[in-house]
């Protein structure tokens, strides 16, 4: 197997889905490794997971910082750990459009809705607003346009009629734990069959 592609994964709090993508089941046969976990909030719960895990950890708050100077700290960060792929897990800050410039094709997200529908915040609560028949969540590469980027996976979740926002997200969170391991084991082995 190809050498495995170095990720580098930003949060901004309890790190569930860096946890998973850490504890991904294959994990002989991942096509990633997690090289950094790096956050914007140095209290984040998820560093002392992450720690706990054994992965290298970097934090800084940006409090105080313009946008484009944290994000060439961190961009100099990513590249100091020879991060190939950065997969957003719960990072809750827009990234600068240099920064999603520095990184064509190679920024992930996963985000807690069907998108297109429902970009931003809240989408639970849209989601049931609308009154559909399912919530859900989908991977997707990151532009300048907030949540707008070519979606890779999704995953469907039926609204119940008992569901308010809090047990829909808990069960849409559940198949994020499922979905973005996946999701970003494909995309790397995408990009080694890519290189050669």
């Known amino acids: 197997m190809a050498e495995r592609i170095r990720v580098g994964v930003l949060i901004s709090g309890r790190g569930s889905n860096m946890i998973a993508l850490a504890e991904h089941k294959r994990r002989e046969e991942r096509a990633y490794d997690i090289a950094l976990v790096a956050s914007n909030m140095p209290e984040a719960r998820g560093l ?6 054994g992965l290298p950890v970097w934090a800084q708050s940006h409090a105080g910082m313009e946008r484009a100077a ?16 950065v997969a957003l897990a719960g990072y809750m ?20 809705s069907l998108l297109p529908l429902y970009p931003g915040v809240d989408t639970h609560r849209r989601a049931l607003l609308a009154g559909d028949e399912h ?36 069960r849409v969170l559940q198949e994020e734990h499922r979905l973005y391991p996946a999701a970003l084991d494909g995309y790397c082995r995408a990009l080694q069959e890519e290189a050669g």
Request: glycine residues 6%; proline residues 6%; aromatic residues 4%.
């Open 70 to 85: 944290f994000d060439r700290l961190l961009d100099d960060v990513l590249r100091q750990h020879e991060v190939e792929i």
């Open 48 to 53: 002392v997971a992450a720690r706990r895990l």
């Open 93 to 112: 800050r827009l990234l600068s459009p240099e920064f999603v410039e520095r990184w064509p094709g190679r920024i992930l997200n996963i985000h807690p």
């Open 135 to 170: 919530g859900g969540c989908s991977v997707h590469i990151v532009t300048d346009e907030l949540d707008a980027g070519p979606v890779i996976a999704r995953a469907r979740v039926r609204i119940l009629p008992r569901d308010d926002g809090a047990s829909l997200a808990e």
